[in-house]
C-alpha cells in the first residue's frame, strides 16, 4: 500500500544532541513537509520540498535543517540549536498540479522527547 | 495574513448526540481551499474534506456534514449520531492558493479535541 513511513515512532534524546528523524514515500508524490505539533498549537510548518535537491524554510524553520536527495526520503534534523525540541513531528507528502488544492497526506508522526 | 480559529478546544458528548464543530478562517485570497482533517490516538492525520472558495454547497456524506459560509468566514463541521470512533482531534485548515517557489502551504487551526462517551 502507498503511504508515508516516519521512524522512529518515539525518540528520546539527551540535550546538546542532534536527532534525525525519516520520512519515505512510495507515492510517487514531488512535495514533502514537515510539520511540528505542540499541546494547543496546532500543526506548525518546518520546512517544505517541492522537488529533489530544494527545499524552503517554513514558519519555525530555526534550529531544524533537512535534505532532499531523493524523491521519496525527506530527513528532518533536529539540532541542538532547538531550544525546545519535544513535540510530535508530522511529514506528509502532495501529489498533483495545483499546490493549494491538493491534499497532504501524513505519516503516522515520531514523537521526539529530551531528556 | 492567514488564519484560522477553532474556539472549541475540547467537547464532550454522549453517544448519538450530534455535535458541531467550529471553524473560522481569515484570508485576503479570492481563491482558497478549506480542509477538514481527523487525528485519531494513532496520531496520524486522516484527510476528511476539501472545500474550494467558490463552492458554497453544503456536503453530506454519511453522518458528516459540512457548512460553509463565505459571508461569516467560516466552514464548520457536524457529526450526526455521534459514536465512540468518533472520538479524535479535528483540525481546521486553510491553504493559500500559490506560495513563492509553489508550495502548499496549510495553515492550521489548534485543534478541537472531541470525546465521545458511552
Known amino acids: 500500500d502507498g503511504g508515508i513511513t516516519q521512524s522512529p515512532k518515539y525518540l528520546f534524546r539527551k540535550e546538546g544532541q542532534n536527532v534525525t528523524l525519516s520520512c519515505e514515500q512510495n507515492l510517487n508524490h514531488d512535495a514533502m513537509y514537515w510539520y511540528r505539533q505542540d499541546p494547543g498549537q496546532g500543526l506548525r510548518l518546518i520546512y517544505y520540498s517541492q522537488i529533489v535537491n530544494d527545499f524552503q524554510k517554513g514558519d519555525i524553520a530555526e534550529g531544524y535543517s533537512v535534505s532532499r536527495e531523493k524523491k521519496e526520503s525527506f530527513p528532518l534534523t533536529v539540532t541542538s540549536a532547538q531550544k525546545n525540541p519535544t513535540a510530535f513531528y508530522l511529514c506528509a507528502s502532495r501529489g498533483g498540479s495545483v499546490p493549494g488544492a491538493n491534499v497532504l497526506t501524513f505519516g503516522a508522526g515520531s514523537r521526539l522527547t529530551v531528556l | 495574513a492567514q488564519k484560522v480559529t477553532q474556539a472549541q478546544t475540547e467537547i464532550s458528548v454522549v453517544e448519538k448526540e450530534d455535535v458541531t464543530l467550529d471553524c473560522v478562517y481569515e484570508?485576503?485570497?479570492?481563491?482558497?481551499?478549506l480542509f477538514w482533517y481527523k487525528q485519531p490516538p494513532s496520531g496520524e492525520l486522516v484527510f476528511l474534506i476539501r472545500?474550494?472558495?467558490?463552492?458554497?454547497q453544503n456536503e453530506i456524506s454519511g453522518r458528516y456534514s459540512w457548512n460553509f459560509q463565505k459571508s461569516t468566514s467560516s466552514f464548520n463541521f457536524t457529526i450526526t449520531a455521534s459514536q465512540v470512533v468518533d472520538s479524535a482531534v479535528y483540525f481546521c485548515a486553510l491553504s493559500e492558493e500559490i506560495l513563492t517557489g509553489g508550495g502548499n502551504k496549510l495553515t492550521f487551526g489548534t485543534g478541537t479535541q472531541l470525546k465521545v462517551e458511552l
Open positions: 472545500r474550494n472558495s467558490f463552492d458554497e
Open positions: 484570508t485576503r485570497d479570492t481563491t482558497y481551499y
